[in-house]
């Protein structure tokens, strides 16, 4: 089992950049493959971008160019880099552990098993 907490959210305008991160305890991290997904009001939760535990990487099409998914294995952590951010960014955002099938911009997609608590990133001038 693994228990993960977000930090890294806020409030940040048009065009700039948050750094999420997500910290792992309680199982080995680095057979985890990891992702993070969002959750806006009214709609449907998405994966954002997914990290295998061999660092292959894949992202949903309305991030692509803009984030960039990384883990650090040593220090138990998996972060989002957030650049050019838009107001259509705005949502809490959850660090998932466990889906070794992800598929971006399907309803197919099946999450792992594990969460986090989420973290809100609003984008607004």
């Known amino acids: 089992q693994v228990q993960l907490v977000e930090s890294g959210g806020g409030l940040v305008q048009p065009g700039g950049s948050l750094r999420l991160s997500c910290a792992a305890s309680?199982?080995?991290?680095?057979?985890?493959?990891m992702g993070w997904y969002r959750q806006a009001p009214g709609k449907q939760r998405e994966l954002v971008a997914h990290?295998?535990?061999?660092?292959?990487?894949n992202y949903a099409d309305s991030v692509k160019g803009r984030f960039t998914i990384s883990r650090d294995n040593a220090k138990n952590t998996v972060y989002l880099r957030m650049n050019s951010l838009k107001p259509e960014d705005t949502a809490v955002y959850y660090c998932?552990?466990?889906?070794?099938?992800?598929?971006?911009?399907?309803?197919?997609?099946?999450?792992?098993?594990?969460w986090g608590q989420g973290t809100q990133v609003t984008v607004s001038s």
């Open positions: 309680g199982s080995i991290f680095s057979i985890y493959d």
């Open positions: 990290i295998t535990s061999g660092g292959s990487t």
């Open positions: 998932n552990a466990g889906n070794t099938d992800p598929i971006p911009d399907s309803d197919y997609d099946r999450p792992g098993d594990y």
